[in-house]
């Protein structure tokens, strides 16, 4: 194709700061976070605004979503859409529960979690 030929198509730069602004505006990120949670085995951390406690059937199905920990429900942290940024596996042992946080263990792993503030 000739340069005289070429389609032109109108080009739009956006910075990376536009595309976190748009991202944090259509809930894919967040940029607030009360909530933290730590992976014992390798120290990965996540957190989130908002946590929930889901509930599974027999069959692996949602069944409910709960306020608080109890063993079998599985941690999942906001944003709740298909963006989530992270759910656990089912908690087999509550190991601590107390003002400092909750320390619990899973099928996969051992997580604490914990309230924090905003930076």
């Given amino acids: 194709m000739s340069k005289l030929n070429q389609i032109k198509l109108p080009v739009s730069l956006v910075t990376v700061d ?3 602004r748009i991202a944090v505006e259509q809930n894919v990120l967040e940029d607030e976070f009360n ?4 992976r014992e085995h390798d120290g990965l951390i996540n957190k989130s605004k ?5 509930e599974f059937g027999e ?4 069944k409910a979503k709960h306020d608080k920990l109890a063993i079998g429900l599985s941690l999942l942290m906001s944003p709740f859409n298909g963006y989530f940024t992270w759910q656990t596996t089912s908690v087999l042992e509550i190991i601590t529960d107390n003002e400092e ?3 619990f263990k899973t099928k ?4 604490t979690l914990t ?3 905003n930076k």
Avoid at 35 to 38: F, G, K, S, Y
Avoid at 59 to 62: D, H, M, R, Y
Avoid at 108 to 111: A, D, K, R
Wanted: charged share 25%.
């Fill in 108 to 111: 996969n792993s051992v997580y």
């Fill in 35 to 38: 909530w933290e949670l730590v």
């Fill in 18 to 20: 536009d595309l976190t």
């Fill in 101 to 103: 946080g909750l320390k």
């Fill in 115 to 117: 309230k924090i503030s």
């Fill in 59 to 62: 069959e692996g199905k949602f």
């Fill in 50 to 54: 908002d946590i929930i406690w889901l």
